[in-house]
């Protein structure tokens, strides 16, 4: 693989999503915190007119934008956030005029995710770099999105290479002190690790293993006929993102009391619990299997 | 003071504060939940489109439109929630179809409240009520908006006599099981204490004391020229509603990592720390002052 020549930080590709943006902003204002000596790092305020009203997005989640092709048979050509994608897209996408090699996309969630970095693809840059971040801070939970094909349609998706950093829980439209500096701080971890790779001097990772979390598939609040919610969370599953979820397992506590539990055959670990953006989506929490990934598997 | 003929349950006034929404519309599919049999209890879902759209508002916090009088002179009558107010007023209302004597306002937060209640006035009928529902749960907390303003333009301004149960944290968007129960709870001891007050049985308070948070006034992050926040709550303030906060307390930490303090004479004692909401109104944080009530504050 050639050197990284470009890197794109992103913020605030959802609008109430507050760390990426003020992150993007700050780094704008001290271009010198971002700058490598080995390759050029851009900045890119996603959705410019949902940061403005505070919300998610204007029509459309930005980050469900970039499948240009399902969109064309969608008819969807004339949605805010179906323009903003194709800008985005000419401008550093491949052939287009700032073609960038990384990106690093900054997002959180209400769900109890900590510190989540998600890959869409197991390459052995990505798994490297994840590696490296993982050797700094051992916190750090890594989900690899690439079965739910969040890889064709995320903002992210216009390189070949990108990392998304997702932290919380966070209530959209507040900032929280610490997670602003773990986010930042994996930020600069990333643009140290290219530094490095670009110069031939990566860390040997024969020793490293990661634990990677799978996505499988996802479970939906219970509803009833005209699509009314049902049930909460239950609260011995609320915030236990990345715990064990066991076949009888409590799952959802309904309005009038009653537990709900996991009837699936094997052992998931649920992530995205209670995430508010995914209630319109249909998705109460993302099921992921645990896996142990270790030298062998970085080529 | 006349017996209570109809209370109003209230959920959705803003679009985004889903326990008050789908416990409004759990009253609506179980009626029997809320009869009394001294009264007539009403339910409204405040906003439909904003909870459609599962956002605060469309054009305008419907919770400031009230004040039509202030709404005449900004020339705003042609906004969604201008209108639904007018509608709201005009139906529930003193001089309306259905005039209610009771609104109960159920709202959440994003600041670390608990179970909050948010009193406008101090009258004897609802200082009771308080003190009812403060001896059932001990941990409630007791918010004073008399010297606010909001009187003047809530939705529950329409009415004598009003609650409003702020309950968090809680990020927007999403249900939490415990608040949920705990709202619940707030609303039937509510209608319990209606029914005794109409039955001239309401409980001795003669040993009853109350601890009131009265609002004295509101704090605005650091912004730099452009409006741009420039510092998160700190991390000793997050989550610390309702704990004094005295001078040269730490109050927030600037993105660069600097530490702002609080510059009053006075020790004061925060809510609505980092409520999502408020960014856009300016407020990190509201100020109030402990009182203690005692029982010869009740008449």
Redesign the interface.
Known sequence: MDAIKRVLLVGGTHG?E?IGI?LV??FEHRPTLVARSSFETLTLLGNPRAIEK??RYIDKDLNRCFDFQAIQQKQQGHLYEIQRAREISQKFGSGGQLPVDLIVDQHST?ANAGIMLILDSLDTFTLKLVAYLNAINPDIKIYSSAKSGRKRDSLRSITNYRICIEVG??????????L?QQTEALVYGTLDYVERYNNGSTISLEKQSLTLYNYIGMVDYPRNQIG??QA????QR?YQDYKAMNPGDPMF?T?DGGTITYQGDTTVYPIFI????Y??KGIAMVLTEKQNYTNRHFG
């Open positions: 109430n507050l003020h902003r700050k505070g919300s209400t829980p966070l209530a959209h439209g507040t900032l929280q002190s610490e602003f009314d919610i909460t969370i239950h609260p609320q506590l309005f209670n995430e508010a953006a209630y319109e």
